[in-house]
């Protein structure tokens, strides 16, 4: 459970962030009220992971790496101690660089009845554009049964200037849950990770008005 660093955090962070960019945010009643779920999201710029969980009306988590609890000095008990408290979830470079370790650490959140983020993409867009989606967030929602969020972010790579902050606009869109029942039962479990990934990043690319540096949507082309 995230502690209560979080949650005084996000209330503190909270007015400063709408001072500074007043973000426009949607569709907040569609994050369960209890239970766990899987945020998917587009990833446009470091700030992302700061700004999904400022706005969302419940705690989320992220997996970090290992190393960051290993620091030495103070710098080192600062950061383990942030990263407590903010509930982050680490998971050895090896681990993380294979995508396994953030995996289970994802299903262990869920079933516990927590939200858990990820990013489809798996690395933040450097041109804009919404890349093909892995098949991380689909494994977890179809393991854990829980519904899969998608959220569009625009805007949030245009927040910073050297480190500086600097106003601009900023939307962050929180779709409908998609639920496994949507996606075809009598298929394999292969098949059902892809066509939901596939739905994934259709939801996104209609929250987020990005290009598809695949090409056109399945959405688009079935129009």
């Known amino acids: 459970m995230v502690g209560r660093f979080y949650t005084g955090a996000r209330g503190f ?44 009306p419940r705690a989320i988590r992220f997996v970090a790496k290992e190393s960051l609890w290993t620091q030495k000095g103070p710098h080192g008990a600062v950061l383990r101690w ?12 090896e681990a993380l660089s294979s995508g396994k370790g953030a995996l289970q650490a994802g299903l262990d959140v869920l079933r516990s009845g927590e939200g858990f ?20 967030a ?5 393991e854990s049964g829980c ?8 805007g949030t790579q245009h927040m910073f200037s050297s480190l500086i902050p600097r106003r601009g606009e900023m939307t962050i869109r929180v779709g409908t849950p998609i639920t496994l029942e949507e ?3 009598s298929a394999s479990k ?11 990043m259709d939801e996104i690319q209609a929250l987020s008005g990005q290009r598809r540096a695949d090409g056109p949507s399945a959405r688009s082309r079935d129009q």
């Open 190 to 200: 292969g098949a059902r990770r892809r066509l939901l990934t596939a739905r994934i």
């Open 147 to 154: 519904p899969v969020i998608p959220v569009g972010l625009k």
């Open 13 to 56: 962070v909270r007015p400063i962030v709408r001072l500074l960019w007043n973000p426009r945010v949607s569709g907040l009643e569609n994050v369960p009220h209890e239970g766990g779920f899987v945020i998917a999201s587009n990833h446009l710029a470091n700030i992302d992971s700061f700004m999904i969980p400022v706005v969302l």
């Open 82 to 93: 942030f990263f407590d408290a903010v509930g982050a979830v680490p998971v050895d470079r």
């Open 117 to 136: 983020a990820v990013y489809p993409e798996g690395h933040r867009s450097k041109d804009g554009l919404l890349h093909p989606g892995k098949q991380g």
């Open 138 to 142: 689909a494994w977890l929602a179809l």
């Open 183 to 185: 996606i075809d039962p």
